[in-house]
């Protein structure tokens, strides 16, 4: 059973747009969430987070908004730019616990000059 | 991704023969974390310990695996026996201060590769 859902594979965007990534979850006990950013043969580096208590955390050009009622959460990136090209992961957590962290299968993001 | 290093960074074994994958943590960091990646899936946890400690390990396989933490030296992710399933990405992450929502940093990770 998947916890932590990124349903596209992948996504294209022109350098300049905006890249909308999305990511859902099943699990009502989570209650923070991060993005990652994995370029090939690296580890994943931590991006942005956001906690239950918010619905929007920003950072530079990167925005993550928090829908709890949907269980939904997306990461903005305005505006893209080539360097963002990686793979996405979402992931979710429980603050108190362990920082086990559960990982969506991650949104490959190709931003074209 | 500097500060957790992770050797080798790439492993090759024939079935049935063992593998040790090793984490040196960042500076300071006390808390280490085991994720699998296999093909076109996202990571998944195994195991977390603390020095001389396991605190979770509800995500390793029951059998052929094994992980520690000593007091001195790196974590050590143990597979015995490889078999062909076991080729994936292993990552290994520490942390300052769980249960903060602090961010996990990760290593590059070793790459696994069973013949």
Redesign the interface.
């Known amino acids: 059973d998947q916890q ?1 859902k ?1 349903n596209s594979p992948s996504l294209s965007v022109q350098e300049g747009r905006i890249s909308i990534l999305n990511c859902d979850y099943t699990n009502s006990m989570f209650d ?1 969430f ?1 993005w ?1 950013k994995k370029y090939p ?6 991006l942005i ?1 956001i ?1 239950s208590i918010k619905d929007k955390n920003e950072d530079g050009r990167f925005t993550v908004f928090l829908n709890k009622s949907a269980k939904h959460l997306s990461l903005h990136i305005v505006p893209s730019q080539p360097g963002d090209s990686a793979v996405y ?1 979402c ?1 979710a ?1 429980v ?12 949104t490959k993001l190709t931003v074209n000059p | ?1 500097a500060g ?1 290093m ?1 050797n080798p960074r790439h492993l090759v074994r024939r079935r049935g023969q063992e593998a040790r994958l090793r984490c040196s943590p960042m500076k300071g960091h006390s ?1 280490v ?1 085991w ?1 699998r990646q296999l093909p ?6 195994m195991v ?1 310990l603390q020095k001389e400690n396991i ?2 390990e ?2 390793m396989p029951k059998e052929r695996f094994s992980a520690e933490f000593p007091k001195e030296g790196p974590s050590i992710l143990r597979i015995q026996q490889v078999v062909r399933g076991d080729s994936a990405a292993y ?1 290994c ?1 520490s ?1 300052l201060s ?12 070793t790459r696994l590769t069973v013949t």
């Open positions: 932590v990124q923070y991060l990652y043969a690296e580890g994943p580096t931590f987070s906690s992961f992931a957590g603050q108190g616990g362990s920082e086990k962290l559960v990982f969506g299968k991650g | 991704n957790v992770q808390h974390y994720y076109e899936e996202g990571l998944k946890f977390y605190i979770d509800s995500g990552f992450a942390s769980p249960g903060q929502g602090a961010p996990l940093h990760f290593g590059n990770g």
